[in-house]
């Protein structure tokens, strides 16, 4: 008797953004900065990723590779973004900008200050929609009082006359929101969005963003420290520390079994329930100027070891699970 055929595994989808190898430097009196090295990584269609890591570990410099923002005296020496197969790195200026509102846009940490305080909030929404869409101004009026409404501003005509300084600081980052979806990008990018709001309002812009995520159908790049907020609203976790991805896997897999120890330690300096103290990684996180060769954890790590002068290379320990660590956490 023959054996049944085995059913062929659908061929994973495409990814909307591919980040292969980013190189990212910035030139000081001091030295150069090797912001990023080696970065990589990978989002779908439609999916959330978190990139999560201390402050200062890379994660808001590769928002603004992706988009071109770079700023001076920062540069990129090396490597691939790839949005939806386009060499992004590879465009002129002003096609790289035309991409900007139209296939990718950025949320930023601090409303407030990335409005233009001189213009109202309905200019810079029917702005950002006439760029990215191609629209007249009378078509990205009705499009701009649409989308203030899906982002629950009550009165929205009232809120096109107004200006930054007038708004909360939850309905300056609503604002804010409306200028990154106006346009239909497919890839959005959230840089701390909840950083400077009151408690009782995060958990409103963070389910917006979900919800607009569904029904826009664009996908997520979440950056927070904040690992309970990865871990409500991520499919998936890219974990940084000191401009490297030392680890990435599915959400739910990374706080079941977390493999790499930077990992594991920011996990254990979570507050939680019955724990009279919170639990601090010990040491400094190097100086990019002149980081040491090998793991750039080493000299926090309790597991460090001779091999660790070497740079660990990225390995797959389980299903789209991730690490770069010669000495990885094995779960209990």
């Known amino acids: 008797m023959s054996a049944a055929p085995v059913a062929a595994r659908p061929a994973p989808a495409a990814p909307l953004l591919a980040v292969r190898g980013l190189k990212l430097r910035f030139d000081t009196r001091r030295g150069v900065v090797r912001a990023l090295d080696g970065v990589s990584f990978e989002v779908a269609p439609g999916e959330c990723v978190g990139l999560v890591g201390e402050t200062g570990c890379g994660k808001s410099i590769t928002a603004r590779a992706v988009m071109g923002l770079v700023p001076a005296p920062g540069r990129i020496e090396g490597g691939e973004i790839r949005l939806d197969g386009r060499d992004l790195m590879a465009l002129p200026a002003e096609e790289w900008r035309a991409v900007r509102g139209s296939q990718v846009a950025m949320i930023f940490q601090e409303p407030k200050r990335a409005l233009d305080p001189t213009a109202t909030v309905g200019s810079q929404i029917v702005e950002a929609a006439m760029l990215a869409r191609r629209i007249d101004r009378a078509e990205a009026k009705r499009l701009a009082l649409d989308t203030l409404r899906q982002v629950g501003l009550a009165d929205p005509e009232r809120i096109m006359r107004t200006y930054a300084f007038e708004l909360s600081g939850g309905m300056a980052q609503r604002a804010m929101i ?64 000191a401009g490297q991805i030392v680890e990435q896997a599915p959400a739910r897999e990374l706080f079941r079994a977390p493999a790499h120890p930077y990992t594991e330690r920011l996990l254990r300096s979570l507050p939680r329930p019955g724990r009279d103290a919170l639990s601090p990684i010990p040491g400094t996180v190097p100086d990019l100027i002149d980081p040491a060769p090998g793991c750039r954890f080493a000299n926090r790590c309790e597991r460090a070891g001779p091999d660790c002068a070497a740079t660990p290379a990225m390995s797959e320990i389980g299903r789209r699970h991730f690490v770069a660590c010669y000495r990885p956490v094995r779960p209990t």
């Open 178 to 241: 409306a200028i990154a979806v106006v346009g239909g990008s497919r890839l959005i990018i959230a840089d701390e969005p909840t950083s400077s709001l009151d408690v009782s309002i995060q958990a409103q812009i963070l389910r917006l963003l979900q919800d607009l995520r569904r029904r826009l159908g664009s996908a997520l790049i979440l950056i927070t420290h904040d690992l309970g907020v990865a871990a409500e609203n991520c499919d998936r976790i890219v974990v940084m520390y």
